[in-house]
């Protein structure tokens, strides 16, 4: 299964751009990076995903290095409802329902 | 439109007994995906169904089994329960089904306890 590298853990200020980073090295030609988040006590919630190019949606947006190595979720104004465990994940063929969580990345953010 | 519904949410077992839980996806969506969730192993996927056939599967034991009916809602049944089996099990829900990348969308999870 293709492998992502993400940060344990990182803080944010409130109302700050936060850059959460995800490195994706053996990602293949027919690879999807998704992106979702697990807010405490809640099942994962959608954030965005990409092939290629950039992607902006109401949530964030994803910047997708030119040799897709690597990609960042970038939320413009963090919030505290923003504090959550994010998850970078590739997904083969982009449709496939088998998900292959890591350990993602803990977001703190202080008021 | 409704979410992800998931029942029971909570669920008490005794060891060797078996459990079923049911997972209704959002109207329209076809493919069903259930995950194991413990503070351990983290996030890990277990099966996945479309239009009634599984279509893809995890690393579980036969212990773990699920199916689908032709209204896309979902069952997924653990039997000789173990301690380990301890854990929230989660559904998502689909709708692109093979051809585009799609998200899914989760629902609550059912918090099944063996003692």
């Known amino acids: 299964d293709a492998k992502t590298t993400q940060p344990n853990s990182m803080e944010s200020n409130e109302e700050e751009p936060v850059h959460l980073p995800c490195n994706h090295s053996?990602?293949?030609?027919?690879?999807?990076i998704h992106w979702y988040r697990q807010l405490p006590s809640q099942g994962p919630e959608y954030v965005i995903h990409g092939l290629t190019s950039n992607v902006n949606n109401r949530m964030a947006s994803l910047a997708i290095a030119e040799d897709r190595k690597s990609s960042t979720l970038i939320l413009h104004r963090a919030t505290l409802r923003d504090a959550a465990v994010y998850y970078c994940?590739?997904?083969?063929?982009?449709?496939?329902?088998?998900?292959?969580f890591g350990k993602g990345t803990k977001l703190s953010v202080k008021p | 439109k409704a979410g992800v519904t998931q029942t029971p949410r909570y669920l008490i077992k005794t060891r060797g007994q078996q459990v079923t839980l049911s997972c209704s996806p959002i109207?329209?969506?076809?493919?069903v995906s259930w995950y194991q969730q413990t503070p351990g192993q983290g996030l890990q996927f277990l099966f996945e169904y479309f239009s009634e056939t599984q279509r893809n599967k995890g690393n579980f034991p036969g212990r773990f089994s699920g199916r689908q009916f032709s209204n896309s809602r979902s069952e997924m049944n653990v039997s000789t329960l173990e301690l380990g089996d301890s854990a929230l099990y989660l559904c998502a829900s689909s709708g692109l089904g093979r051809a585009l990348a799609n998200e899914q969308y989760f629902g609550p999870g059912t918090r099944l306890t063996v003692t």
């Open positions: 994940i590739l997904n083969y063929g982009g449709s496939q329902g088998n998900l292959i």
């Open positions: 053996t990602i293949s030609g027919t690879d999807y």
């Open positions: 109207s329209g969506h076809r493919s």
